[in-house]
């Protein structure tokens, strides 16, 4: 069965937006030990969130397939987070980018994985988080008025 999840990046050293460009210029996103990645498989979807404080802050930006889940067999330091040890190489196909980003605040109300609307931030706190179908669906489907 296919699960969905939202990748989100925060501004560390570069901005969140430019380590979005070169994870996807890539094909693959990493993440660390405490991050959330145990039901990552082949197939799954993802979305693209932007945290922090830059451009297209609080945006989803883009979708991708992953396609494999690989743990590194040599230590590996993330350049755009260079305190952290790579834990999971996640390799990506499908990728697109969105033709606009998607401000979070313009569709919070639709979205069913954001329980607490007041304080939606910590609803992408971890790097990834795992989301309904639905909830995905609208995002990749949303268009603007």
């Known amino acids: 069965m296919k699960n969905f999840f939202c990748f989100v990046t925060s501004d560390s050293n570069k901005t969140a937006y430019d380590i979005l460009l070169k994870r996807i210029k890539d094909n693959q996103w990493v993440t660390y030990e405490k991050t959330q ?8 979807e993802i979305i693209f ?7 297209y802050k609080q945006s989803f930006l883009g979708r991708a397939q992953i396609e494999n889940v690989e743990k590194p067999h040599e230590v590996i330091i993330d350049p755009d987070n260079p305190e952290k040890e ?30 607490n609307k007041k304080n939606w931030g910590m ?23």
């Open 123 to 145: 609803f992408f706190h971890g790097g990834i988080r795992e989301i309904e179908k639905k909830d995905f669906d609208f995002i990749v489907n949303y268009n603007p008025k």
């Open 86 to 115: 790579v834990f999971m190489v996640i390799r990506l196909k499908k990728i697109i980018i969105f033709k606009n980003p998607i401000s979070v605040k313009e569709i919070i109300n639709n979205l069913d994985f954001i329980k």
């Open 49 to 55: 969130y932007i945290a922090g404080k830059n451009i």
């Open 37 to 44: 990645h145990s039901l990552l498989k082949k197939e799954d």
